[in-house]
T-cell receptor, first 111, second 113 residues
Framework: DAKTTQPPSMDCAEGRAANLPCNHS???????VYWYRQIHSQGPQYIIH???NNETNEMASLIITEDRKSSTLILPHATLRDTAVYYC????????????FGTGTSLTVIP | NAGVMQNPRHLVRRRGQEARLRCSPM?????VYWYRQLPEEGLKFMVY????????ESGMPKERFSAEFPKEGPSILRIQQVVRGDSAAYFC???????????FGPGTRLTVL
């Protein structure tokens, strides 16, 4: 599975959009981009995933560049409860059994 | 629909004892994954099981660690003769099918004295 690069930490003001970037320049054509988050000491929580097209669900939006070398997770209106470590993971959906969790981005939402 | 359940949530063992961690997957999920998270690190995959079968144990230490997922009952991660380096959070995840997104439990925090 390809590696990803994320900034180690970010701050965001409460109520504003949080934009979390991820670089995955060696991604293969059959690898999906997944986002999970881990709120302090809890189990990781699935957020969203996509292959090529932008995706949106009730939690977030995922914007993937046309060349698929990077993506951005958008939390449209960040709340204090969104403070967590966010993991960007690429995974071969056909054969991958595991998720490779790197060190992620520690997002702090500030009141 | 209850989520993934793990117990105990906290487990304290002395060096040399055995630790047994249990995981009940979400209803309808027959695929179980175990991960370990050392302090200040990301999660590391250990093993993937489907009912009664170990599918991928590439992340499992070769000694002292074993896992099972019997036909009836929860999945068990067993650590024999625990050492201080085994102190970590152990997370279980489940999915309805192979290669789907995985849903994680709250974890078991093992402390070895």
């Amino acid at each position: 599975d390809a590696k990803t690069t994320q900034p180690p930490s970010m701050d965001c003001a409460e109520g504003r959009a949080a934009n979390l970037p991820c670089n995955h320049s060696t991604i293969s054509g059959n690898e999906y981009v997944y986002w999970y988050r881990q709120i302090h000491s809890q189990g990781p929580q699935y957020i969203i995933h996509g292959l090529k097209n932008n995706e949106t669900n009730e939690m977030a939006s995922l914007i993937i560049t046309e060349d698929r070398k990077s993506s951005t997770l958008i939390l449209p209106h960040a709340t204090l409860r969104d403070t967590a470590v966010y993991y960007c993971i690429v995974r071969v959906i056909i054969t991958g059994n595991q998720f490779y969790f790197g060190t992620g981005t520690s997002l702090t939402v500030i009141p | 629909n209850a989520g993934v359940m793990q117990n105990p949530r906290h487990l304290v063992r002395r060096r040399g004892q055995e630790a047994r961690l249990r995981c009940s997957p979400m209803k309808g999920h027959s695929h179980v994954y175990w991960y370990r998270q050392l302090p200040e690190e990301g999660l590391k995959f250990m093993v993937y099981l489907q009912k009664e079968n170990i599918i991928d144990e590439s992340g499992m230490p070769k000694e002292r660690f074993s896992a099972e997922f019997p036909k009836e009952g929860p999945s068990i991660l067993r650590i024999q003769q625990v050492v201080r380096g085994d102190s970590a959070a152990y997370f279980c995840a489940s999915s309805p099918r192979q290669h789907n997104e995985q849903f994680f439990g709250p974890g078991t925090r093992l402390t070895v004295l």
